[in-house]
């Protein structure tokens, strides 16, 4: 349960916020006065919307990186001259174009995706090295500096845009903001072997120093420089912060939207591949020649004509949308090959740390991917949202919170009217940085709401706050530091509203309480086909590596509700197949369909078919109907997807493809028995009614099913083989089941089925009453809540809720059947005893 925490920003509650610093007085100059800096005496002027604040556009900190500095490190520049700051160009990128066709567009998604996009003409010149200034010049002391590293995949973008137009952010906050360009793609990033790697991250380095060593003539404070990037340019941030340990120049790093977490860098074999397919596309060579002989070659050539080329590299292989391929390459210097190793063991400086990420992240991706004729379901795209953004920021987060770095997380909610771009965009990828720069009418061509203006002063003075005081000002502000147990994940404009609302991370970053139960649930299970089973009664003891891998399991939760049980289970385990779908690259193997079934009650069950993408969509497969586990309480249909496909995967691998259905049957509290089990059967219905719809093999079907799934499953079968259901016994015969971790029947039941195996006193119930996965109370509520409708001896004759119980005769027919036994499950007899039943009786 989250908790409103803030109110509507008062005089008061800013003037906490920021510490009574003992700086260096400010000389108070005119706007747009000249500033003497190492890159000469520069001009400025007073900004076009704020005339009170004093804007320098386009200030050389780097010299021109051509001719003979083109693909090299970034020499600074040094100058006695005058600049006239008041133009500025973005450095040479290949820019796109936006559909104009969207479904759903509104009237300014257009504006502001090529607004975002650098879409709109923006001037290009490889003599790029250009930093802005904007700065109040009232202050009597120095004030913090927000400098700002923009996104683009490392391939567009540049500092020349109206979204970060730095004016109202340094006229309505007490701070200086500055903006650069780097090198982008093959000028920044070049992959050519034996040549200085990754030179754009060493471009951001340079325009630190050079605020460093002059901001204080615009007013700035040199001890408090806050970096703070979105995307590509919030990964940029956390990459600065493993680069450099030693001097880092900054007192607090910002992430929006990315971190070192969210991107795979290249290797050097695959930087190289993509440089030499550019050398060999202009006549400079190939990878047999020197790589100082291409590289003389590529001085030599226009810009455009290096643009040309890579636009002609093939993009690299993803499973949501093809990414341009130059970008950050691992050298161990710059990029780094063991991020999640060096993040978890807290190789980074220790700087505080604010990291932010989006709502929905995909909002601004699908437009892409419309344009690139790309379509994905909705369980993909919160896949995506889960594995780029929300995981990483909340593991970055939490390995910097246990290192002792003051650390904040927050979760941009807003879904502003004029900056919507369809009915269902939400807090797409990068909307959140209006809010900071003030620039949402700017971008949208639509006046601001006054609540998006509160809010908006609100968002941009928790990040001022950051930047005055990295290490308390934001709990000056009311935010409290990062904790994964307690409610610090901060939600920004949720709902729309202008406070801060406070939830467990876990309610969003989806945390910790059923990792490592998914991590062990499938360690040291039997798996036992009736055909080739013996001895049954030797599956009691746990191995060593179990119980020292027990100990060092969470203890469960106490004085959890059930709903609160469901929420974090569900959440959980729907992370954790998220990440597994883009780790293990299921994505781009398996191609999910959804559909809905309707029950025999008139309501209607989520279903999702799972087919190999290198298979023809029309080929004929076998079909397996899964039914997931989670003692009829927890599970989703996206909870399921790795499992899913992992079968699939398999199943290719092994010369013998399927298509997976996956059905989301009706869980308690809300639904009580039999309905799980009609529903089921409606499913099994379904799947032979549709055989055509997903090119199934009708006389292919098996049944199979984790725990309560695998209860689901033998019931069904169970039921068509006995044959006293018309309707499933008309069915073509189930081929086989799948029963991972079964229970066949109810505690009622329970002694006298396991008496035939071991004394009672001794079974797997009281062996493992204490498990710390299911430990047997908690078995007992699942149970509870299914609330049978039967009772006393009418439970030993029904056999849906206890198969377990099935004569030797009802079991006759029953077809070929694999089990998943675990040695230390109270489940562990019931298992035993059906499977040996099967095994007696063919």
Not at 382 to 408: D, E, I, K
Not at 487 to 511: C, D, H, I, K, Q
Not at 569 to 579: P, T
Not at 623 to 642: K, N, P, Q, R, W
Request: proline content about 7%; charged content about 15%; overall charge negative.
């Amino acid at each position: 349960m989250a908790r409103f925490w803030g109110s509507i920003v008062s005089i008061s509650l800013l003037a906490t916020a920021f510490p009574a610093w003992s700086q260096q007085v400010s000389k108070v100059q005119p706007v747009g006065a000249s500033v003497w800096t190492s890159s000469g005496l520069i001009e400025g002027h007073a900004a076009p919307q704020r005339s009170n604040v004093s804007e320098y556009l386009g200030i050389p900190y780097a010299t021109p990186p051509t001719g003979n500095l083109r693909f090299a490190r970034p020499v600074a520049y040094h100058s006695n001259s005058t600049v006239r700051a008041s133009a500025y160009v973005n450095c040479p990128a290949n820019i796109g174009t936006t559909p104009d066709d969207y479904p759903g567009f509104t009237l300014q998604a257009q504006k502001i995706i090529q607004t975002f996009a650098q879409q709109l003409g923006t001037p290009q010149s490889e003599d790029c090295l250009y930093l802005n200034v904007w700065t109040k010049p009232t202050a009597p002391t120095l004030k913090p500096v927000l400098v700002f590293i923009h996104g683009g995949r490392f391939s567009l973008g540049g500092a020349h845009s109206p979204y970060y137009d730095g004016q109202v952010l340094a006229d309505e906050q007490e701070a200086v903001v500055v903006t650069f360009n780097y090198r982008l793609n093959i000028f920044g990033f070049s992959g050519a072997p034996g040549f200085p790697q990754n030179v754009a991250l060493l471009d951001q380095r340079l325009a630190v120093e050079w605020v460093h060593r002059n901001i204080q003539a615009f007013g700035g404070d040199p001890s408090r420089i806050t970096i703070f990037g979105q995307s590509a340019g919030g990964a940029s941030v956390d990459y600065y912060s493993y680069i450099w340990t030693e001097k880092p120049l900054v007192s607090g790093l910002i992430s929006h939207s990315g971190t070192a977490l969210s991107f795979k860098p290249n290797t050097p074999e695959e930087s190289a591949s993509y440089f030499y397919h550019v050398s060999q596309t202009l006549g400079c060579g190939n990878s047999t020649t020197t790589t100082n002989h291409i590289i003389h070659c590529l001085r030599q050539q226009p810009y455009k004509s290096i643009l040309k080329a890579v636009a002609k590299v093939p993009t690299a292989p993803s499973p949501i949308l093809p990414q341009p391929v130059f970008h950050p390459t691992v050298d161990n210097i710059t990029i780094f090959n063991n991020y999640a190793e060096r993040s978890a063991s807290g190789n980074f400086t220790r700087i505080p740390y604010l990291v932010t990420s989006n709502a929905n992240e995909a909002g601004y991706y699908r437009v892409s991917a419309y344009a690139a004729n790309i379509s994905h379901p909705d369980p993909v795209w919160n896949l995506f949202n889960q594995a780029a953004f929300t995981c990483p920021s909340g593991q970055t987060a939490a390995h910097r919170a246990a290192a002792g770095v003051p650390t904040w997380q927050s979760r941009y909610f807003g879904d502003w009217d004029n900056l919507r771009l369809y009915p269902s965009s939400g807090a797409y990828h990068g909307i959140d940085l209006p809010m900071i720069f003030g620039t949402a009418s700017k971008i949208s061509g639509i006046a601001d709401s006054e609540k998006e203006r509160e809010f908006a002063r609100y968002m941009a003075s928790a990040w001022v706050a950051f930047a005055a005081d990295p290490v308390d000002g934001l709990s000056r502000f009311g935010w409290p530091r990062y904790d994964e147990n307690e409610e610090t994940l901060v939600g920004l404009a949720y709902g729309n509203s202008t406070v801060a609302r406070f939830f467990v991370p876990s309610e969003f970053e989806w945390g910790s309480l059923f990792r490592s139960v998914h991590r062990t649930l499938y360690i040291h299970i039997s798996f036992l086909n009736v055909d080739e089973m013996a001895d049954f009664s030797e599956y009691t003891t746990p191995t060593e590596e179990w119980l020292v891998l027990e100990k060092s399991l969470p203890e469960f939760p106490k004085d959890i509700t059930v709903e609160q049980l469901k929420a974090a289970a569900n959440r959980d385990r729907e992370a954790l197949a998220a990440k597994a779908m883009v780790e293990e690259g299921l994505i781009s193997q398996v191609s999910m369909q959804d559909y809905k079934i309707p029950t025999r009650d008139g309501e209607t069950l989520e279903a999702r078919t799972y087919r190999p993408s290198s298979v023809p969509a029309t080929q004929r497969l076998p079909v397996f109907i899964f039914y997931h586990g989670g003692g009829f309480l927890m599970g989703t249909l996206s909870s399921e997807d790795a499992i899913c496909s992992r079968v699939v995967v398999a199943q290719v691998a092994a010369g013998s493809p399927v298509v997976v259905v996956n059905v989301n049957y009706r869980h308690t509290p809300e639904y009580t028995y039999p309905t799980a089990w009609n529903d089921a059967e409606d499913s099994f219905h379904w799947v032979h009614d549709h055989i055509d719809e997903i090119n199934g093999e009708a006389e292919n079907v098996v049944v199979g099913g984790i725990s309560a799934g695998a209860y689901l499953a033998v019931s069904l079968t169970l039921a068509q083989n006995i044959g006293k259901d018309v309707s499933l016994a008309q069915r073509p015969k189930v081929r086989g089941q799948v029963l991972m971790i079964p229970p066949v029947v109810t505690e009622d039941c329970y002694a006298s089925l396991v008496a035939r195996l071991r004394d009672p006193s001794v079974s797997s119930y009281v062996e493992c009453e204490h498990a710390p996965i299911l430990p047997v109370s908690r078995m007992r509520l699942f149970g509870k809540l299914l609330k049978p409708a039967v009772n006393g001896s009418e439970l030993g004759t029904d056999r849906r809720i206890n198969p377990g119980l099935a004569t030797a005769d009802e079991v006759k027919g029953l077809p070929p059947t694999t089990f998943g036994i675990a040695g230390r499950d109270p489940l562990r007899d019931e298992g035993l005893l059906f499977a040996m039943l099967l095994a007696e009786n063919g």
